[in-house]
DNA sequence: CAGTGGTCTAGACCACTTT
DNA sequence: AAGTGGTCTAGACCACTGG
């Protein structure tokens, strides 16, 4: 909310008036020179923020004609780094804790390599499911470094945001990410959690969060049902 | 190769000196400053170049430091739109035709809407089996919309790069990937492709390409084996 | 401290779409 | 012809990293 830079401001103003649908579907945005002249920004500080909203898949760019609205499909965007809070509508997300945050050792196996200064630390743990209108749909596992996080076991309530809680509390910025993702039979503890047969196919991810802390990164291991909800992506060309 | 982009001739002459090792793992890439004045070319110009070797996952950069050429993972960089040529060694990979091109109506179950004019122009369908180092790792149906592509079913040698072909014969270019992925388990055709057990967890994933031409769109199904290689991304933020 | 990438400005010309 | 987004220039100030 207090954010002073002005492509992340227009950007935020745009993306709340889509989602609240001042400009509908298939609608086409004011021109960048209209964005332009409204919010006194020069014309590559309006594309920046209009770049973002392209790579997240609010809007297509067509030469010619301008910036439109694109049509959201039902599934979850959850290959580019935007959280679940952030792409589904909250009314509809119920989050149960598996596992309330904890102080403990790194995992002998853990699925990513650490730096020293990670490995040294030791970890926060937690995980989670959430479920989609009763359904549960993924079972995340989360691995934060114990580097300056203070009060974070008792502060962090699993049922809302993490992003949003690091940025209010910790000033702590998701930068990008790093993810590989297989297909993999779910094993009995998943299968649990996500209310499924074992063995029935679900898709493993793990993750590497970079953040504006150079030598902080933060890790997920997720499991998703994706009978019901597959994820997507869209990805557009770099863009300045 | 006749492209005159500047950003796209400094990328693709980075990109290719980062693969040959002139720039290492872990080295530092020279400055934007430097690549200015190498390039004679505007700072933007030189970073829409580095943001696009960021996106894909080449290099790192950091504020104060530079801009750093990372580590690469065992695993196939094929959630960007960049297909298998050219994210795999060139002598690892071997390619099975399945279905040589062949123009047919689309199927009646496509797995994405068309629009009128795709609709109206019946298909181009071909399936190719990608294997690395002798095991098979990727089933892949591509469907094409038969909109000006002449002597395409007749040219197009299936070892070879689809994109760039597209590109040397059509003046056809890729500019942006809408997908969706979800964990299945193999039914006996993907099965037999691919090697597997019957019911074996596998990605399927089903992608439309968007490119120069506004109305033509490309389809791709694919079903990937992750169990040796799994599929990996890298996502910053949106860049200037 | 000098150097780096991040943000931002105020222009310009181009190819493309629509009227 | 007018308007759009795509590319590009030549500057500027900032926050951050390193010696």
């Given at each position: ?46 594309r ?42 909250q ?35 937690f ?73 029935t ?11 504006n802390?150079?030598?902080?990164h ?9 009978e ?11 863009n300045?």
């Amino acid at each position: 909310m207090e954010n002073t830079l002005q492509y992340k401001n227009l950007y935020n103003r745009l993306k709340k008036e889509i989602l609240a649908d001042v400009y509908p579907l298939g609608s086409v945005l004011p021109s960048e020179n209209e964005l332009c002249a409204a919010s006194s920004l020069a014309r590559s500080t309006v594309r920046q923020a209009l770049s973002q909203l392209e790579t997240e898949g609010y809007i297509v760019k067509q030469k010619g004609k301008g910036s439109i609205v694109k049509s959201k499909s039902r599934a979850l965007n959850l290959l580019s780094f935007h959280g679940f809070s952030a792409t589904v509508e909250q009314d509809e997300i119920f989050t149960l804790s598996v596992q309330e945050p904890l102080i403990q050792p790194w995992p002998a196996d853990f699925f990513f390599d650490l730096n020293e200064i990670e490995s040294g630390a030791g970890c926060i743990h937690f995980s989670r499911v959430r479920s989609i209108d009763q359904q549960p749909v993924m079972f995340e596992s989360t691995y934060v470094p114990n580097l300056n996080l203070p009060k974070f076991t008792r502060q962090f309530q699993l049922h809302t945001s993490f992003f949003e809680f690091l940025g209010k509390e910790y000033h702590l910025e998701i930068m990008g990410m790093d993810q590989q993702i297989w297909a993999v039979a779910a094993e009995a503890a998943i299968a649990t959690h996500l209310q499924l047969p074992i063995g029935t196919p679900v898709l493993k991810i793990s993750r590497k969060y970079h953040t504006n802390r150079p030598h902080l990164h933060l890790y997920s291991l997720l499991f998703c049902n994706t009978e019901k909800y597959a994820m997507s992506n869209s990805s557009g060309l770099v863009n300045a």
